[in-house]
Structures are given as structure tokens and as C-alpha cells.
């Protein structure tokens, strides 16, 4: 069996039933636990997000509850939006889009979780800046109970994802837009990104935090006014792409023809794509949110859970809705080029906007991806080094270096296939959330008690 081969049953194999199984039942069984305050307090928890409470920080060594959730954002508001939800409707049909609509809701309450347990098992570092994070939480919280190897396990995981799933291939994505639209060459694009990335990331979380702020809202805003735009010349089959999208979900062949061509998938592949894309999209469950959560400077766990909770809200139903919306509405996933392969990933989405935009659609896709992928790099630069941080013992003296090797690692993705890279970085993302999860079952009791007091004292 060759290498490629291996990583390909290997991710088959931890991206399985089970694991959708398990981040789906942790969501659910959370979520009953709670007594669905996620989904009742959602309000209460965007208002949290946008108070000026959010926005001050006290300067004890962290950021502002805002700021850390503009980073969290950076981190899950990136290609999954794009080409995430592009690759799940057309492998899972357009019913895909709905369950990745309805594992957003369900993952509310896993975010809450592990990020007020992030919060509350926080520590400082040797330089006195709050860390923290499901591998604090695991060695903290659970101690003789496996929590060493648990935290351990997280911490690999997340490094790994973050030179691959958080940069690599995110830098990948950037040079493919402009070498696709404008044939400028992957080298100079990498050389200009790891540039950018080294100015940015060599100021530490302050810094990163800084550009997130600015960076998140604006690229936000570009991309919901070109993806309605899309919707709006296209306004005559939003009724029946919504039609799809529904019934797609349960019986993908009955939404067959017309807007949607051939579909030949199963329900269970509908699921499978909108669970996966949907949790690779917002990360509920996979701990990764933690890390920034923890570098808020609040002294309310619980808050801080539900203002990081919003990031899976604003990521998901959302973001991917209006990009899946614009793309069942354009009708270019009944096109037969999608349905051979030949048009797939960037070039879809450019089909797509074409609808709308033309020529200068090639602009707009190329101008969002960048960014998009650009704010996932500078943000995963931050977990990926508090984990390095945690696996050195909370010595901060080789973070320098691997903020260099980070940025280099960018110029790298550009300029390499990364098929086998995409399918790694894959893996270590459902290896991360296992660890996580088994921390967040066990300290179930404890964070649903911990929402439940919150409750009686809300306030905003």
C-alpha cells in the first residue's frame, strides 16, 4: 500500500461514523444538559459580544474578550466558507448545506463547554500572559485521571494542524486564486504571504489580535454583499434552491435535475459531507477555540464561553448559508463540468460569482479568498504556538523560532501539491478533538452547573 493510500484510509477512518457520531452525540448531550440555554441565551450572547464590556481589557496579560473572539473568527471564518461548503454540495448534494446549518446550532453548546473550561483551568506562563486551553484543561482539571497523556495528545495534534490545516494549506488556497485568475506564480505569492506572516505574527497575540479586529468585520462584510448579490441576480430560483436544500437533505436524488443536475448520492453522504464540512467550517468540538478563549482578559468563564459560542452562530449558519444559497441559486451545480469533476474548488466558486459579477468576479473570489485564508493563517500562528509552548513546559524561550519556521511553513504551502498535506492536516483535526471531547464529557457536570449559575445572575 503506498503512502498516499494510508493517509487516505487513515482519514476515512477517523472522519468514520463514529467520530461524526461523537461530535454530534457531545453537541446533543450537552445541549440537554443545559437545558438548551445555547440556543435560548444566543441573543444574550451576540449582545455580550458587541458590549463595550468586550472591548476593554485591564491589561493583565491578555486581550479583550472582542479582540479573542475576532482571532477565534479569523481562525474558523476562512476557505471552509468558501470552498468548504462548495466541496460538501457537491459531494453530499445540496442537502449538505442543511446539515451543516443544523450541526452549527448543535455545536453551540460544545463551544460553550470547552471554551468556559478553558477559561476557568487557565494558567500563566513563565512571561505572565494567560494561557490556556484543552491541554491545560485535560493536565489541570483531570490530573491523575489520563490527563497528562490527554494533554499531551491535544497539544501534538494541534502544532501539526497548525502548519498544516492552518497554514499550508491555507496559503495553498491563496496562490491557487491568484494563479487561477491572474497567473501570477505561486513562488512570489508564497514569498509575499510569509513575509506578511513574519510582520505579523513576530508581535505575538497582541498583534495578531490587532489586525483579526480589523481584518475579520471588513472581509465579512465584503463577502455576505458579493454572495447577496449573487442571490439577487439569480432571485428567481431561491425558491427552489431552498426547496433543494430541504428536501435534499433526506432524499438527495428526489431534488435531481434542473439546478442541481445528476445527484447520485445517498442521505447518509449528505450527512457525512454537511457534519464533516460544517465541523471543519466552526470546529465545535475540536478545542482549538479554547486556546484564544483563554487569552481573554475576563474574570467570568461562563461569558467568555458564550462570546466565544457566537463564533459558531456567525461562521456557519451565516457565512456557509449565504454561500450555499448563492451557489444553489446560480445553478452551476447542475452544470455537467461539476458533475465530471472537471470543475471543482476555486473554479466553482468563480462560476459562480461569474453569475453576478463576470470577469471581475476573478477579483472579488481572488481578493476574498486571500483574506480569508490570510486571517486563518495569522490566528492559527497563535494556537499552534501555545500548544508548542505547553509541550516544552510552559517555556516561552523557542516561541520565536517557531513563529519563523511558522511563516516559512506558508512559502512551503504555496509551492508543493498538498493533496496528501490537506488529507494529514485532516486527520490531526479529528485526532484534536478526541482528546478534547473526552475532557469536556468527563468535566460535563461541573460546566452545565457552572451555565446553569450563570443563568440565574445574566446580565449584560
Not at 486581550?63 to 466558507?81: K, R
Not at 499531551?152 to 494541534?158: C, G, L, P, V
Not at 486564486?177 to 513575509?195: C, N, R
Not at 481578493?367 to 485564508?373: D, G, K, N, P
Request: hydrophobic residues 50%; positive net charge; contains cysteine.
Amino acid at each position: 500500500m503506498s503512502l498516499k493510500n494510508f493517509i487516505e484510509r487513515a482519514d476515512d477512518l477517523v472522519w468514520g461514523p463514529w467520530m461524526l457520531a461523537l461530535l454530534l452525540g457531545t453537541g446533543i448531550y450537552l445541549m440537554l444538559r443545559m437545558r438548551f440555554l445555547p440556543l435560548k441565551n444566543l441573543k444574550y450572547a451576540l449582545k455580550c459580544a458587541v458590549s463595550g464590556e468586550a472591548k476593554e481589557s485591564g491589561g493583565k496579560g491578555g486581550i479583550s474578550s472582542f479582540s479573542s473572539l475576532m482571532t477565534e473568527l479569523a481562525i474558523t471564518i476562512g476557505t471552509g466558507n468558501i470552498l468548504g461548503v462548495a466541496t460538501a454540495m457537491v459531494l453530499g448534494g445540496p442537502g449538505a448545506l442543511f446539515w451543516m446549518v443544523i450541526t452549527s446550532f448543535i455545536g453551540l453548546a460544545t463551544k460553550l463547554a470547552e471554551s468556559t473550561l478553558s477559561v476557568t483551568w487557565r494558567t500563566r506562563n513563565k512571561k505572565g500572559e494567560l494561557v490556556g486551553g484543552p491541554m491545560y484543561t485535560c493536565v489541570r482539571a483531570l490530573k491523575d485521571r489520563g490527563g497528562k497523556l490527554l494533554g499531551f495528545w491535544f497539544a501534538i495534534m494541534a502544532v501539526l494542524a497548525s502548519l498544516g490545516i492552518g497554514n499550508m494549506t491555507q496559503s495553498n488556497s491563496i496562490a491557487d486564486a491568484f494563479w487561477y485568475s491572474f497567473g501570477t506564480p505561486k513562488a512570489k505569492t508564497g514569498l509575499v504571504i510569509t513575509i506578511l506572516t513574519i510582520l505579523v505574527v513576530l508581535g505575538g497575540i497582541g498583534v495578531i489580535s490587532k489586525v483579526t479586529k480589523f481584518l475579520v468585520p471588513a472581509m465579512g462584510l465584503l463577502y455576505i454583499l458579493g454572495s447577496v448579490a449573487v442571490i439577487l441576480v439569480n432571485w428567481k430560483n431561491l425558491p427552489g434552491a431552498l426547496a433543494g436544500i430541504v428536501v435534499g437533505a433526506f432524499s438527495p436524488r428526489a431534488v435531481s435535475g434542473g439546478l442541481f443536475g445528476a445527484v447520485t448520492v445517498s442521505a447518509f453522504q449528505s450527512l457525512r459531507w454537511g457534519v464533516a464540512r460544517g465541523i471543519f467550517s466552526n470546529e465545535a468540538g475540536l478545542g482549538a477555540a479554547g486556546i484564544t478563549a483563554a487569552a481573554a482578559d475576563t474574570d467570568d468563564p461562563v461569558r467568555q464561553g458564550y462570546i466565544s459560542m457566537t463564533g459558531v452562530f456567525l461562521d456557519t449558519a451565516v457565512m456557509c448559508s449565504i454561500t450555499g444559497l448563492a451557489l444553489a441559486a446560480s445553478g452551476v451545480l447542475g452544470l455537467e463540468a461539476v458533475q465530471e469533476g472537471s470543475l471543482s474548488g476555486t473554479g466553482l466558486i468563480l462560476a459562480v460569482f461569474r453569475t453576478a459579477f463576470g470577469r471581475g468576479a476573478d477579483v472579488f473570489v481572488s481578493t476574498c479568498v486571500a483574506l480569508f485564508a490570510f486571517a486563518t493563517v495569522v490566528g492559527w500562528a497563535y494556537q499552534g504556538e501555545k500548544a508548542f509552548e505547553f509541550l516544552l513546559g510552559g517555556s516561552t524561550k523557542y516561541n520565536l523560532w517557531y513563529r519563523f519556521v511558522y511563516a516559512l511553513m506558508g512559502f512551503l504551502g504555496c509551492v508543493c501539491s498538498l493533496e496528501a498535506v490537506w488529507t494529514f492536516s485532516d486527520i490531526c483535526n479529528g485526532l484534536m478533538a478526541v482528546p478534547n471531547l473526552i475532557c469536556v464529557l468527563v468535566l460535563s457536570g461541573k460546566v452545565c452547573r457552572m451555565v446553569k449559575e450563570h443563568e440565574k445572575g445574566m446580565r449584560i
